[in-house]
């Protein structure tokens, strides 16, 4: 096993992690699908360079998928949030 970490990895678990609580705070929904969308394009790109076989360490892979897993749940927060205060529905 090689120690080397994967690109990104912990900026990727990062912003996954922060998109979530951001996707609920009041009018911070779009940048919570950004931060989202950011950290699912460094995971893809973390993707691309372990396919490249340079041999990356399991912690730093496992924390790569797990802020991907927390991005996609963020986007999708975000994104749900966005449409509720769009809609005026939280306001009521």
Do not use: E, Q
Request: aromatic letters at 10%.
């Amino acid at each position: 096993m090689d120690s080397r970490k994967l690109p990104l990895s912990t900026v990727t678990l990062v912003f996954g992690a922060l998109s979530v609580p951001l996707a609920f705070v009041r009018h911070l929904c779009v940048p919570a699908v950004i931060i989202a969308v950011m950290a699912i394009a460094f995971n893809g790109w973390g993707r691309w360079m372990l396919k490249r076989g340079r041999g990356y360490s399991n912690k730093s892979i496992r924390r790569s998928m797990l802020g991907f897993k927390l991005a996609i749940a963020g986007a999708a927060c975000g994104i749900t949030m966005w449409v509720l205060w769009a809609t005026n529905v939280l306001l009521r």
